[in-house]
C-alpha cells in the first residue's frame, strides 16, 4: 500500500521528484474572493468582518466586542484544565520558552581607528498577529509555538484571531494562549481575519506581522498583505523523512511515519534504509499497527498517495538524498547519529538518535514546530525570535572618518552617473 | 515647490499618510505576462530563454553560451578600470566585507541534566542568484552590497543575472562582479531570468534564493516564485527622513534630499525640523542649488511629488513621526544625536550625526545599502549574512530525557487527538 522505491531504479530521480511534487494550485476563485474580501474589509471595517464572520463561521454577532475574547476567559480556560493537561501545557511552554531564549539577537558595534562607529541595533516588533486555525487543525501546541518567539523576542503586543465556526471555542486553544500571554483574541478568520490584522479596523488594531497557518484563503490573504506588513512562510504539508540504519525497532519507526501521515492526506512520510529486510520489516509493522489507529483511514491515504520505503545503497547516498529533499522533519533513525550529522546540510529539524522522535519535538522538547516545508529548508529556517526582531544599521562617522570616505564615494557615485550623492559626501570632506 | 506640512495642522496625519502612501498597482497585463513567460520558461528551458531576450533586449544569441559572460572578461573589466575608480570599489568591497563579517550568525547548544542535548546549526545557502538591472538603474555598488553578504555567509556559488540592452555591457557592473567573488554571470534579465533561477534550464542552474531589485515585471516574478525559492523583499522607492535641529548647514540637507530624490520620481524625501526659520533656509537652499544639478529634473520632480518639509512641534515629536514612517534611511542632523537615538524604534539605517551622510552609507560605509523600503523597517532588516545563511534545529534527546517528556507530549497529543503522536512519544517511555 506505501510506495515502494530503490535508489538504483533507472527512473529514481524522476520517481522521486514526482512522490515530493507539491505545488498548491493558484485557485482564480480562491484569488477573486480573497481580492473581494481584502477590499471590502479596507472599506467597511469591522462592519465588513462582522457580516463576513456571519457569512463564513455561522456566527452571529451584532458587534466586534462579541468577537473578542475577555482576559478573564482565557484564564477561566486555563484553570478548567484538569491536572495532567494542565502540567503537561506549563511544562511545554516552560521549556519552549527556555530555548527560544538563546535565539535572541544582540546588537554590535566597531569603532573605528579615527572614531567612526559602526553597528546594528536589534529591536522587537511593536506588535503582531497569530493566525490559529479552527475546527479539526486548531491546535494549543501552535498557539504556544507561534507566540513564545514573539513574547521572547519582547513583541509589544500579541493579537490572536482564531476561528470559532459555529461558535464553538476550543478551551485548550485558549488556555494556551493564556499561557503563552497573547493580549488579545479575537475568533474571526478567514482572509476577513488577515485582512483586519493588516490594515486594522475599528476594533482591531493593525499589526506589524502576521504569522501561522492556516486554508487556502488565508494563504493567498498573507501573500497579498505581504509587504504593508511581513508574513511567515506559507506553509505546505507537513513531511518526516526517516534515515534508518536496521538498528531500531521497526515499530518505532511505523508510528513515526504514522504521526506525521495522522495531520491529512497530503502529508508525507519517507523513509531510507539501506537494509532490503529492514524495510520489509517496516512494512510489516505498518500492516499490523494501522488497523488498531483511529484515523487510520486518513494514515492510509496518506501513506498510499505521498509515503514511501526507499532501498538506498548505504548512509552516505541516505544523507545525499535527503539533502536534495531537505526535509521539514529528519529522523537519524541510526545507531551511529553523529558520524552522520556533518553530512546533513539541509533539514527544518534533526531528530538525532533513536530516542529523538519528531513528536516530542512537536510538543515540547523545547525547539519550535513551524519548520519550513516542500524542500524549503534549502533557504528557510524554523520560526524563531530572530522573526519577531529586526535589525537598524548604525553609522555614527567621525569628521576624519567622513573626510577619509568621501572622496571613495564620490567616485563611485560619479561612475553611476549620480551627482548629488558625489556632492552629499564632498560637502563632508 | 516642495510640499510643507505643520504637525499642527488638522488633517496632518491624513496628509502625511497621503504623502507616503506609494502602493504599486496589481497590474493585470503584468500578471499575465509573467504567467506566459514564466509557464515558457519551465516548458522550453534555454530556448525559450533565447527567445525572450531576442525579444525584450534585442540581444540576439543563438545558444546561451553567448548570454554568459566569462571569468576572463570580468577581470578585464576589473583591470580596465582607472586607478581611482578601481581603488574606490575596492575599498568599498573591504569595508563592505569587514562590516559584514560581524553579521555571521554561530551554532548554539544547550546540554540538560539528563544528557538532552539541543541546539541549532547554522549553514549557508547552496547557490543563490543576484538580480542587477539593466539600463540606467545598473550600479556597481549594488552588485557588491547583494553579493558581498551571500560571500561572506559562505553561499557556494553565485549566480548574477543583469540584462544588456542592445548588447551593451556595463564595464563597472562587470568589474564589481569580478570583485565580489561572483560566480557565473549571465547577460538575461526580466521575469525570463527569474524564472530561470528558480527552475532552472539546461545552461542556467537553479538557486536557492534570489534577491537583488528590478521593475514591475521582475518584482511581479519574484512574488510568483517565492517557495519554490527563497526571494529578499520586494522593494518599493527609495526614501530617506532627516531630523534636523538647526544646527547643521542648510546646503548639507538640501543636497542630502537631492541625492536621494535623483533616484527617480518616485524617490521620497522628508525634513522634519521644529525650527520654522531653518526650514526656510533650508528651502532657499533648494531653490539656489536646484538649478546646478544635473538631474534636476528628476529632483524637482521626486520633491513635488513626493518631497515635504515638516515643521513640528520639537524633536520628541520628530521621533514619534519617525517612529510611524519607518524610514529606508534616517539622518540625525542634529548637534546631540546620540540623545535622539533610544527614541528611534523603527528605521533601516541611521545616519548618525552631521558627518554620516546618506551617500557614505551608499557606496563605502560598510553597512548594507539594501533597506527595507515603504514603513517595512516595522518588521524587517536590512539585507545581511543572515539573508544567506539558514538554521536547522537539533534534538538529541537522552534516553532519561525522552522518557521524561513522553508523557507531556502524549497528554497533549491526545488533547489534539492524535494518536499516533501520542503512541510514537510513548514507545520512547
Given at each position: 500500500m506505501i510506495?515502494?522505491?530503490?535508489?538504483?531504479?533507472?527512473?529514481?530521480?524522476?520517481?522521486?521528484?514526482?512522490?515530493?511534487?507539491?505545488?498548491?494550485?493558484?485557485?482564480?476563485?480562491?484569488?477573486?474572493?480573497?481580492?473581494?474580501?481584502?477590499?471590502?474589509?479596507?472599506?467597511?471595517?469591522?462592519?465588513?468582518?462582522?457580516?463576513?464572520?456571519?457569512r463564513f463561521d455561522r456566527l452571529d454577532a451584532s458587534s466586534m466586542g462579541q468577537l473578542e475574547v475577555p482576559k478573564a476567559e482565557l484564564q477561566r480556560a486555563l484553570e478548567s484544565?484538569?491536572?495532567?493537561?494542565r502540567t503537561a501545557l506549563e511544562t511545554a511552554c516552560q521549556r519552549v520558552r527556555d530555548y527560544h531564549a538563546h535565539q535572541v539577537q544582540q546588537d554590535w558595534k566597531i569603532v573605528e581607528a579615527d572614531g567612526t562607529r559602526l553597528g546594528q541595533r536589534v529591536t522587537p516588533l511593536d506588535r503582531v498577529g497569530i493566525y490559529v486555525p479552527g475546527g479539526?487543525?486548531?491546535?494549543?501546541?501552535?498557539?504556544?509555538?507561534?507566540?513564545?518567539?514573539?513574547?521572547?523576542?519582547?513583541?509589544?503586543?500579541?493579537?490572536?484571531?482564531?476561528?470559532?465556526?459555529?461558535?464553538?471555542?476550543?478551551t485548550l486553544v485558549l488556555a494556551a494562549a493564556a499561557l503563552a500571554g497573547v493580549d488579545r483574541v479575537f475568533t474571526i478568520g478567514g482572509a476577513q481575519a488577515?485582512?483586519?490584522?493588516?490594515?486594522?479596523?475599528?476594533?482591531?488594531?493593525?499589526?506589524?506581522?502576521?504569522?501561522?497557518?492556516?486554508?487556502?484563503?488565508?494563504a493567498e490573504a498573507k501573500r497579498r498583505v505581504f509587504g504593508r506588513v511581513g508574513i511567515d512562510m506559507v506553509a505546505g504539508p507537513s513531511e518526516v523523512l526517516i534515515i534508518a540504519d536496521g538498528s531500531g525497532d521497526p515499530d518505532w519507526v511505523a508510528m513515526d511515519m504514522f504521526a506525521q501521515a495522522?495531520?491529512?492526506?497530503?502529508?508525507?512520510?519517507?523513509?531510507?534504509?539501506?537494509?532490503?529486510?529492514?524495510?520489509?520489516?517496516?512494512?510489516?509493522?505498518?500492516?499490523?499497527?494501522?488497523?488498531?489507529?483511529?484515523?487510520?483511514?486518513?494514515i492510509r491515504a496518506s501513506l498510499q498517495d505521498?509515503?514511501?520505503?526507499?532501498?538506498?545503497?548505504?548512509?552516505?547516498?541516505?544523507c545525499e538524498i535527503a539533502n536534495y529533499v531537505?526535509?521539514?522533519?529528519?529522523?537519524?533513525?541510526?545507531?551511529d547519529a553523529e558520524a552522520l550529522l556533518p553530512k546533513i546540510r539541509h533539514a527544518g529539524a534533526i531528530f538525532i538518535g533513536h530516542w529523538s522522535v519528531e513528536a516530542l519535538g512537536d510538543y515540547c522538547a523545547g525547539p519550535n514546530h513551524v519548520l519550513p516545508t516542500g524542500?524549503?529548508?534549502?533557504?528557510?529556517?524554523?520560526?524563531?525570535?530572530?522573526?519577531?526582531?529586526?535589525?537598524?544599521?548604525?553609522?555614527?562617522?567621525?569628521?576624519?572618518?567622513?573626510?577619509?570616505?568621501?572622496?571613495?564615494?564620490?567616485?563611485?557615485?560619479?561612475?553611476?552617473?549620480?551627482?548629488?550623492?558625489?556632492?552629499?559626501?564632498?560637502?563632508?570632506k
Open positions: 510506495n515502494r522505491l530503490s535508489s538504483t531504479d533507472a527512473d529514481f530521480r524522476s520517481r522521486l521528484e514526482v512522490l515530493l511534487a507539491f505545488e498548491a494550485a493558484l485557485d482564480a476563485g480562491v484569488q477573486q474572493a480573497v481580492t473581494d474580501i481584502i477590499h471590502d474589509v479596507r472599506t467597511r471595517g469591522d462592519a465588513a468582518v462582522l457580516d463576513l464572520t456571519r484544565l484538569g491536572a495532567e493537561q479539526k487543525a486548531s491546535y494549543p501546541s501552535s498557539v504556544l509555538m507561534n507566540a513564545m518567539p514573539a513574547k521572547v523576542a519582547g513583541v509589544g503586543e500579541i493579537i490572536m484571531v482564531a476561528p470559532t465556526p459555529g461558535g464553538e471555542r476550543n488577515v485582512a483586519a490584522l493588516a490594515y486594522g479596523t475599528q476594533s482591531i488594531p493593525e499589526v506589524d506581522k502576521i504569522v501561522g497557518p492556516g486554508n487556502a484563503y488565508v495522522e495531520h491529512d492526506e497530503r502529508a508525507q512520510s519517507i523513509l531510507l534504509c539501506p537494509d532490503a529486510s529492514y524495510l520489509e520489516r517496516v512494512a510489516e509493522s505498518i500492516a499490523k499497527l494501522l488497523p488498531t489507529m483511529p484515523r487510520a483511514d486518513i505521498r509515503g514511501a520505503l526507499i532501498l538506498v545503497r548505504g548512509l552516505d547516498e541516505a531537505a526535509a521539514e522533519h529528519l529522523e537519524l533513525s541510526v545507531h524542500r524549503s529548508a534549502r533557504f528557510s529556517s524554523p520560526l524563531g525570535v530572530y522573526d519577531f526582531q529586526k535589525r537598524t544599521s548604525l553609522i555614527r562617522m567621525s569628521r576624519e572618518g567622513a573626510a577619509t570616505l568621501a572622496p571613495v564615494a564620490a567616485a563611485l557615485a560619479y561612475g553611476e552617473g549620480l551627482q548629488a550623492h558625489a556632492l552629499s559626501a564632498l560637502y563632508r
